[in-house]
């Protein structure tokens, strides 16, 4: 059963508009969320990430935006730019545990001249 | 800046021989993962070690053995390597505080299983 969910495979967006990739959970004992940005052949890298005793948290151009009772966070990129093509992934972990992150399939975001 | 390397950016084995994964970080975290990530399935945690000689089997052990004789060293063992386990293999550290809980990924090893 997946704990984390991605359900759009990929988006694509014009340059210099929003982004926003969303993200669901089921576990509700996850409470720290981080959403990773990978491109091809390389590792994932860290972006942002929110705890969930509070319900926005933001750093540059990108915002993470979480709604605890719906079980569901998103990530805006304003504006979009095309570097920021990549596949980005929402993660989220029971904070202060020793345990792995639990990783959602990934959205493959494109931006488009 | 934390810094995760691992041994191989490309690897290539034949089925049946014994794959060896290193991963080194500069942190002196205690805790470090080994996460493998396959098209449409994300990525999926293998093994995990919370401190020296310590190992924790994470959702896909099967197949996997690792190593943590050093606080900054864990390893990746595939005892007999089978083509299913052609995939790119991501190692992680970790750091955490009552603010914080983040892991840090190496560049990934591309391993392929013919």
């Known amino acids: 059963d997946q704990q984390v969910k991605q359900n759009s495979p990929s988006l694509s967006v014009q340059e210099g508009r929003i982004s926003i990739l969303n993200c669901d959970y089921t576990?509700?004992?996850?409470?720290?969320f981080l959403w990773y940005k990978k491109y091809p052949a390389e590792g994932p890298t860290f972006l942002i990430s929110i705890s969930s005793i509070k319900d926005k948290n933001e750093d540059g151009r990108f915002t993470v935006f979480l709604n605890k009772s719906a079980k569901h966070l998103s990530l805006h990129i304003v504006p979009s730019q095309p570097g920021d093509s990549a596949v980005y992934f929402c993660?989220?972990?029971?904070?202060?545990?020793?345990?792995?992150?639990?990783f959602g399939k990934g959205t493959h975001l494109i931006i488009q001249p | 800046d934390v810094k995760v390397t691992q041994s191989s950016r490309y690897l290539v084995k034949r089925t049946g021989e014994k794959v060896f994964l290193e991963c080194v970080q500069d942190?002196?975290?205690?805790?470090m993962f080994w996460y493998r990530q396959d098209p449409g399935l994300g990525l999926r945690l293998i093994y995990f070690s919370y401190d020296v000689k310590m190992k924790e089997k994470g959702d896909i052990p099967e197949g996997y053995s690792v190593s943590r004789e050093k606080k900054e060293r864990f390893s990746l063992i595939l005892e007999s390597a089978s083509t299913n386990q052609t995939s790119m293999y991501l190692c992680?550290?970790?750091?955490?505080?009552?603010?914080?809980?983040?892991?840090?990924f190496g560049p990934g090893t591309r391993l392929t299983v013919l």
């Open positions: 993660a989220a972990t029971i904070g202060g545990g020793a345990d792995g992150l639990t």
């Open positions: 576990n509700s004992m996850f409470d720290y």
């Open positions: 942190m002196d975290h205690e805790n």
């Open positions: 992680a550290s970790r750091t955490f505080s009552p603010s914080t809980d983040t892991q840090y």
